[in-house]
């Protein structure tokens, strides 16, 4: 069964075609990161009309790829939440009106389910259930994946997301956009130690995270440094903070295999392409034996072989929208249009 899916969330206009969830035929990229990176950071507006210039010829180009004609389209997936609200109805819109023109079920498809399904293309022998940490620009959770369906929140994040803190960060230290990326880099360059980071300590769930209170004290001592006219070692500092959101992360994942039983971890956003997480986290899974599925860097990040992947899973569970599907800017991993 081979899926058309359309992904346009964020800065990251994507089309793809998968067959059968796990191997992708095609899988078309348009990254406006060039152009949001002039103003710091992603303009919802710039990014809504760039996603519509791109999409049609983008979609051309995923069937040109994948060697097929739109008859052998058999469905139609789109993210349909959570995101950039002008951003995702681009991509909603698009997807019915293929999904219209075509005459094939409109899949509809939440974005987080479509990170964590890109372990299904990294490791097409993947078998559920298994556990799950995303961390992405805008979430960070432990999810317990019974299911291609079924899906049960372990823990999150309180306040900011592991993404959001590195860009903030980043931002600081004059990093260029998304920071993420830059911020790993330079993290490369020197080793933890010169900067201790605190570490919050949360009541309650113990499987929960905080960002926040990380955030403001690399924050913090970037303007100390600053306001004194004080040299900063920054790969020193990125090393720092790289561990402590590690540190954050890996003591909290082995606690929910823990709980759960489960003997494989899956990891996926884009903050899954960072070194230091991959790193950390490969040698204690090693450890522990667990097995370990950490998708390359390119499906870290946004794209539509993703979608297209849980898009299949989520036909197959019979679920469809109509053409009153609407997009939503926010919306839990458990719950449907
Ligand atoms: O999953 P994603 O592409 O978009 C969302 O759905 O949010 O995640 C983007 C986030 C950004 O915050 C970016 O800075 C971060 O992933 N990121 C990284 C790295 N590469 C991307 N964070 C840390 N280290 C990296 N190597
Ligand atoms: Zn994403």
Same mark, same amino acid.
């Not at 994942?253 to 392409?273: C, D, H």
């Given at each position: ?35 949001? =990176?002039? @103003? ?15 999409? @049609? ?8 790829? #994948?060697?097929?004609? =739109? ?38 498809? %939440?974005?987080?389910?479509? %990170? ?6 990294? @490791? ?87 960002? !926040? ?9 970037? %303007? %100390? ?16 903070? !790289? ?29 899954? #392409?960072n070194s230091k997480i991959r790193g950390d986290f490969l040698r204690e899974t090693e450890r522990l034996g667990v097995r370990l599925c ?10 539509? #072989? ?21 997009? @939503? ?9």
């Amino acid at each position: 069964m081979k899926i058309l899916a359309v992904e346009s969330s964020c800065d990251e206009t994507a089309v793809a075609v998968v067959e059968d969830g796990r191997r992708v035929l095609s899988d078309e990229i348009a990254s406006q990161v060039a152009l949001h =990176r002039l @103003y710091g950071g992603v303009v919802p507006e710039i990014a809504s009309r760039k996603h519509m210039e791109a999409i @049609y010829p983008l979609a051309d180009q995923a069937l040109q790829t #994948a060697g097929i004609t =739109r008859a052998d389209i058999d469905a139609v997936a789109v993210t349909f939440a959570p995101g950039l609200i002008g951003a995702v109805l681009v991509g909603v819109n698009f997807a019915k009106a293929a999904a219209l023109a075509l005459q094939k079920p409109l899949v509809p498809v %939440h974005h987080i389910r479509g %990170h964590i399904a890109a372990n299904y293309i990294a @490791y097409p022998d993947l078998e559920l259930p298994f556990l799950c940490l995303v961390v992405s620009g805008s979430h960070s959770l432990l999810v317990d994946v019974v299911d291609y369906t079924t899906f049960r929140i372990l823990g999150t994040t309180r306040d900011d997301a592991a993404g959001e803190c590195f860009d903030k960060v980043a931002r600081l230290l004059d990093m260029p956009y998304p920071g993420g990326a830059a911020l790993d880099k330079a993290a490369q360059q020197s080793a933890p130690g010169k900067y201790p980071m605190p570490h919050t300590h949360l009541s309650g769930n113990p499987l929960d995270m905080s960002f !926040s209170g990380l955030k403001t004290a690399a924050i913090n001592l970037i %303007h %100390h440094a600053q306001q004194k006219g004080e040299a900063l070692d920054v790969p020193a500092l990125c090393a720092d903070f !790289s561990q402590a959101v590690s540190d954050i992360l890996l003591p909290r994942t082995l606690a929910a295999l823990e709980q759960t039983g489960r003997k494989t971890l899956a990891i996926a956003g884009g903050v899954a #392409a960072n070194s230091k997480i991959r790193g950390d986290f490969l040698r204690e899974t090693e450890r522990l034996g667990v097995r370990l599925c950490l998708p390359p860097l390119s499906l870290c990040g946004d794209n539509a #072989a993703m979608i297209g992947a849980q898009g299949y899973y989520e036909y197959l569970a019979g679920v469809r929208a109509g053409q009153d599907l609407n997009a @939503y800017a926010t919306m839990p991993l458990d719950r449907l249009p």
